[in-house]
């Protein structure tokens, strides 16, 4: 043949350049069909909808609070008075809060946990694995209260009388234990789906390594699992918490509903758990115009705080959220 | 301070029966680097091996008539073969084909399935596996498994879980510290992370943490090392790493290792076991099992025809 001719650029072949990428991935809307530009557009509009009035319950209480709130609010309790400002504050209430809060959380957590655990690494007999989740799930539908007339009935039985007053023996059955307690089980299923959630995303190829480096399975719970499992872990206690503080009916059928403090006997702190008491959201209805203080610019005061403490749960879930996905996680 | 590298030659652990120092068993085969001179060619593109003959064969496990089924279903059907430490036995079939489940049986993870029933006998030093509890068999026979699955923790502490009693946390750092770097070492992964042991370990590369892995798996001290297909996961780099480790350990433990790759097998196997269907159709060193293969099957199937 004759003498090679210099290689034009290939237009085509294995050394031809690569076709020009489209410039837009995204598809675009301009085929689609009217009802789906519709669907489209109405969940669009739900989701702004939603959000706006989510913006507008938190800036409206945020703005109704920062005018109402008054920082001595915060440190003196509810007392006796004519008007606004001879009535006190609520610092009764937010120390009931925070009681109920962590009791409740401090019972739904390891028993959550407990339940968990057994339900995904036990889990045997299957027949009562199946009841257990159904017991659970029972639980998270039945309304608070419902299981606050459940309690009293158990905690005015004679002999659980020592954890509220008993006067001539007759149990009056509210106090600080009894509504933590049921307020526990409002918090549970939560706790135990999160962690449960938490469990089950830990691939079964992980247990087995530490089973086969002669590793029991409760060392591997202990030392393995659960930690692996600490955000959910951590996600299902906020979650049963924000749940226990924002509960209104357990505390005004257990807790006895009074404005202070009322303790039994004089052992602290049991004198106090033992007592009658309130909480925010339990003063942010009596002071609201349709409660018996009708004190309505407290109730704001109050349910700003209580906003407050649910935000800050929901901003430590995210942080616990963002700090486990630094931590890596295997691939699947 | 006790060194933190093995003494060469690598000291025998644990040899079964007193008294009786149980000899080399088999002759090391013979090496031919290359597949030429077979008799029945197998078609089989040979790999270079990267090992050479192994200085010393001891017959460590015994598998005898081994038969594994989940439910109705037979995976693995009446096998027996030995596992000698000092050389790498390497099990070789189609996916489905029951070796995973065999490498299981050799420390009782197969148990854990509940479906799951075995019958035939496994001996470890003469002893059935039956007989020994399974925490401590499972500490002398370790296992790396296919993903690299390193816990989330430090890369000290991934390590220091394995030293430690069960679920205690006893045991200061400090102490623990000579074991951990050894066993580092040993996985050849201690010059990379000695700086970085208290980084999350699940941070490393894919290769670092399959070295991480059987670092794990040797610091329990094991007779004998349990690789699933240890570098499926891995790039062509980490795979040489991993295999030249692989290698190395033959002296110090049986290594077993089950993989897809032929290729790998003829590199750093030095017995090779083909299964097909459950059954182990034909058992033999690497290289002839490669290069002149006795059963048709393993003829089609070390050549590509089917997988």
Known sequence: MGAPVATPPASTGPT??????????????????????????????LGLLFCAIAVAIVVYLLIQGLTYLKLSMLVTPATAGFSQSQTGGFSDALIGTLIVGTMGIAIALPVGIAIAVWLVEYGRPAGLARITESTIEAIAGIPSIVLALFGTVIFSSTALGFLS?????????????????????????????????????????????????????????????????????????????????????????????TQNFAPVGSTFPLNYLRGAGTTLTNFVYEASPTGNLNQPQKAYAAAFVLLLMVLALNAAVDVVHRRARKAGTWSH | MEPLVTPSPPPIRRLPLEGSAPATEVAPPPVSTNGDGASAPSGFTAAKRSISAPQFSIRRMEIDDLSVSYATREAVKSVSMPVRQGEVLSLIGPSGCGKTTLLRSLNRLTELTRTATLSGRILLDDIDIRLIEPTLLRRRVTMVFQQPNPFPMSVFD????????????????????????????????????????????????????????????????????????????????STQVIEDLIVKLRDDVAVVIVTHNLQQAYRIADHVAFMYLGELVEYGSATALFNSPREQRTREYVSGAFG
């Not at chain 1, 990428?21 to 789906?36: F, H, R």
């Not at chain 2, 700086?195 to 007779?223: F, K, T, V």
């Open chain 1, 165 to 257: 007053r008993t006067t001539e023996g007759i149990v009056f059955g509210r106090s600080f234990f009894a509504a933590s307690t049921m307020l526990s089980l409002v918090a549970l299923p939560l706790v135990v789906a999160s962690v449960r959630e938490g469990l089950n995303a830990i691939p079964q190829h992980v247990r087995e390594a530490s089973y086969a480096v002669g590793k029991t399975k409760i060392a591997t719970v202990r030392r393995i699992l659960l930690p692996t499992a600490r955000p959910q872990v951590a996600t299902g206690a906020m979650l049963g918490l924000g749940r226990i503080i924002g509960d209104t009916a357990i505390i005004v059928v257990l807790l006895g509903a």
């Open chain 1, 16 to 45: 031809a350049a690569p076709p020009k990428q489209p410039t837009k991935a995204v598809e675009g809307s301009a085929t689609w069909q009217l009802s789906d530009r519709i669907g489209l557009a109405i969940c669009w509009a």
């Open chain 2, 158 to 237: 991934n390590i220091a879980y394995v030293l430690r009693e069960q679920g205690s946390r006893r045991q200061r750092k400090k102490a623990l510290e000579p074991k951990v770097h050894s066993a580092l070492e040993r996985a050849g992964l201690f010059e990379e992370v000695k700086d970085n042991l208290d980084h999350p370990a699940l941070r490393l590369s894919g290769g670092q943490q399959q070295r991480l892995c059987i670092a794990r798996a040797l610091a329990a001290e094991p007779e004998v090392l349990l690789l699933d297909e240890p570098c499926s996961a891995l790039d062509p780099q």
